[in-house]
């Protein structure tokens, strides 16, 4: 497996967790990332991202671990389709239920043709998945109020349910880009190649290479 070059680390501040992701964004970008959180229940989330070269998601492999529990979901798209593979040990619903909180249900999705308008892909608590489309649509240098409106391929975690959400993503001016999907808004902090800083209610950054 070749190193990363890039390295980032945000402090979640939600709730105790942590994420670091290694990366390569010469030509698009190739990540591996690892979450840690205490909520719902402790987990550790890893993955592996790819994007075409012009930053539209091509591949997101994930594994979730809690205890007596592990899920693995991967997404791969080709001919504009999405294509879903799941798999599942132990009990994660149980842990879940066991510990106050309503089961997750299945993981992946029953019908991926309800992806097919997704360019990229948004993963549950990670800070680094916002820079796709920030990426992908030039929200970078964008004049202020520029918005555009996205179907995401929206990864819950811990759970691992695949589904399409709608985000819109509006340049604010240098280094900020406001984001909402349904009823919530945060307003996020740049870095000049479109990381996340600051994302107010999720995540701090806290170091990078």
């Excluded at 390569?24 to 990540?31: I, K, M, N, S, V």
């Excluded at 719902?40 to 994930?62: K, N």
């Excluded at 509006?170 to 307003?187: C, H, I, K, Y």
């Amino acid at each position: 497996m070749p190193t990363m070059p890039k390295s980032l680390f945000w402090t979640r501040t939600d709730t105790a967790g942590a994420e670091h992701a290694r990366f390569d964004d010469t030509r698009g970008l190739t990540a591996r990332g690892t979450q840690l959180a205490v909520d719902p229940i402790p987990y550790t989330c890893r993955y592996q991202l790819a994007t075409d070269e012009g930053w539209a998601s091509t591949r997101l492999e994930i594994e979730v671990e809690g205890a007596g529990w592990l899920r693995s979901v991967r997404l791969e798209r080709a001919a504009d389709r999405w294509r879903v593979t799941t798999a599942e040990q132990g009990d994660l619903d149980g842990a879940l239920t066991a510990a106050g909180h309503p089961p997750a249900g299945l993981p992946g999705t029953d019908d991926p043709d309800r992806l097919a308008d997704a360019l990229d892909i948004d993963l549950g608590g990670s800070a680094l998945f916002n820079v796709l489309p920030v990426r992908r649509l030039g929200l970078i240098d964008a004049p202020p109020d520029t918005a555009r409106r996205i179907t995401v391929a929206w990864v819950l975690v811990p759970g691992l349910q695949v589904v399409p959400a709608e985000q819109v993503y509006t340049a604010l001016g240098p280094g900020r880009v406001r984001f909402a999907s349904d009823t919530f808004t945060a307003d996020l902090e740049l870095d000049a190649n479109g990381y996340v800083l600051h994302y107010p209610g999720l995540a701090e950054r806290s170091a990078g290479t």
